[in-house]
Structure formats: structure tokens, C-alpha cells
């Protein structure tokens, strides 16, 4: 169990005890966790066991421990390992399990994602109120038959909606990747119940229920879902929508950390 020796390298690389909470920064996230507290320490993912090095531009690969206002010490990881880089399960929930062993209780995981409701322009976060994983894959194994009702803790989605009132909430769709999706599947998206489109956050949610973690799931709309919006995506609009959007992202974050 390599998350166990990854959790303990991680301890006494940083010198405490234990972590106490958890941020996965996915696309255009990464600005928005600046000056969120007093840094302990930084490193590479991959000087960690059993971490590899992530792939995509825009999507980092660091880890960075941090003293929150609160006194809480959270554990930043900058960069995430997808389910399409088509290395199985067991590396996208690494860093989840890693957190849980290492005394984390809740996990924030943001992601940048397509969006299916018009009115949420680039640049929206939106908290994520429940999933579909279309996956076809579980970081599960055997007979484990971990409840889902309430993923997405709804504490921590009124500790956010404290923060900012007007945050809408709606349903992740995860697709495999790497293409984005068709218009017709988006189209498919909506109609069976979905608000955004993304390629990451099931999985990691489902080995965090599994570990006990209280999860937080927060959405950067960067694009409209293909063939709602009348352009072809791109991934500088990804990275553009992310800048937009870091200080309103920056001051959610800041909020949420002062109230855990
Ligand atoms: I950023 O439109 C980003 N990630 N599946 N669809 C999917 N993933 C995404 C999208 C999108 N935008």
C-alpha cells in the first residue's frame, strides 16, 4: 500500500505530525492558491512515493504544505494524475489516499470542467452537488459497497455558500477523456441530469468517501460544453478562464480555509 509509505514520507519530509486537511488544484486553480497561508514546506509529487509526473501543460505536479489562518495544516497538490493518461485507477486516487493516511479528514477537489448552463459564463465556480461517472472504472476493489448519497458533503457546501452566496451548485459529469466531448454527448450529458462535463473528481471522490474524507467539490466553468458554445474548445481558453477568475476563486478558497 504505497499511499501509507507515500503519507509517511510526506510527514517527516515536512516534520508534523499529521495533516488536517487536503486541496487537489485542478485546471486554472493553481493561481488561486497563492498567499492561502504560511507555507511549511513545498516539494515534487514525484519525490514522493508512488507518484508519477503529471503530463498536461497547465496542470503542475507539486505538493505544498501550508498553515492556514486557523492553524489547520493543509496539504496543497498542484496538479493531479487523470484516469485517460490510461494508467488504471490506482495513480488518479493516489493523492486522495495519500491525504487520508496522512490524518486528513476533509478534501477540497477543484477542477476546471465544460459547463451546460448558459448562464454560467467562463470563469464560474460552481459547487458540485452530486456526480455521474461514466468512467466505467471504480478505484474500488471487490466487494466494497461504499454509500454515495451524500458525497459532497452538504456541511461543507453551506461553509461555501457562507462565503459566497451566490455560488450556483450542480451535477459533475465525468467522461474518460482525452477528447472533449461530442455535442451529441454533451447534448446526453444534460439529459440525463448533468450541469458540467469534466474529465477528473469521481474517481478521487469515490476513494475519498471511501477513506472516510469529507469531500468539497468545486468546478471552474473555463468553457461552455462543445456545441452549446458556438466556437471549438481549446485548452489556452481553459488557462485563460482560470487567470479570470483567481481572485474571485483566491478569496473562495481563503474564506473556506478560515471556516474549516
Ligand atoms: I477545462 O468541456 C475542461 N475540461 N470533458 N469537457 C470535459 N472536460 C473538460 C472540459 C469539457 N473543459
Not at 482560470?242 to 473556506?256: C, D, H, I, N, V
Request: hydrophobic share 45%; aromatic share 4%; glycine share 14%.
Amino acid at each position: 500500500m504505497s499511499h501509507h509509505q507515500a503519507a509517511q514520507a510526506l510527514l517527516t519530509r515536512f516534520n508534523v505530525p499529521a495533516i488536517d486537511l487536503a486541496l487537489v488544484l485542478g485546471s486554472g486553480w493553481a493561481g488561486a492558491s497563492a498567499g492561502l497561508g504560511e507555507t511549511i514546506g513545498e516539494c515534487e509529487l514525484a519525490d514522493l512515493p508512488g507518484f508519477a509526473k503529471p503530463v498536461v501543460a497547465g496542470h503542475g505536479g507539486s505538493l505544498r504544505l501550508i498553515r492556514t489562518a486557523t492553524g489547520k495544516v493543509a496539504a496543497l497538490f498542484n496538479g493531479r494524475t487523470h484516469f485517460y493518461e490510461g494508467r488504471g485507477t490506482g495513480p488518479v486516487v493516489h493523492g486522495v489516499r495519500t491525504a487520508a493516511a496522512a490524518g486528513a479528514s476533509m478534501i477540497v477537489l477543484t477542477n476546471g470542467c465544460g459547463g451546460l448552463n448558459p448562464d454560467w459564463a467562463p470563469g464560474t465556480p460552481v459547487l458540485i452537488r452530486d456526480h455521474i461517472n461514466l468512467t466505467g472504472a471504480t478505484p474500488l476493489e471487490g466487494a466494497t459497497f461504499i454509500d454515495l448519497t451524500q458525497a459532497y458533503s452538504p456541511r461543507l457546501r453551506a461553509l461555501a455558500h457562507e462565503v459566497d452566496p451566490t455560488l450556483p451548485e450542480g451535477v459533475y459529469v465525468q467522461f474518460r477523456g482525452p477528447q472533449y466531448e461530442t455535442p451529441a454527448e454533451v447534448k446526453m450529458a444534460k439529459i440525463l441530469g448533468g450541469d458540467l462535463v469534466g474529465m477528473s473528481t469521481t474517481l478521487e471522490t469515490i476513494a475519498a468517501r471511501e477513506a472516510g474524507l469529507e469531500v468539497l467539490g468545486i468546478s471552474l466553468v473555463t468553457n461552455l460544453g462543445a456545441g452549446i458554445s458556438p466556437t471549438p474548445l481549446e485548452h489556452a481558453e481553459v488557462i485563460e478562464a482560470g487567470k479570470a477568475a483567481e481572485p474571485r476563486l483566491r478569496s473562495l478558497l481563503g474564506g473556506l480555509l478560515e471556516r474549516l
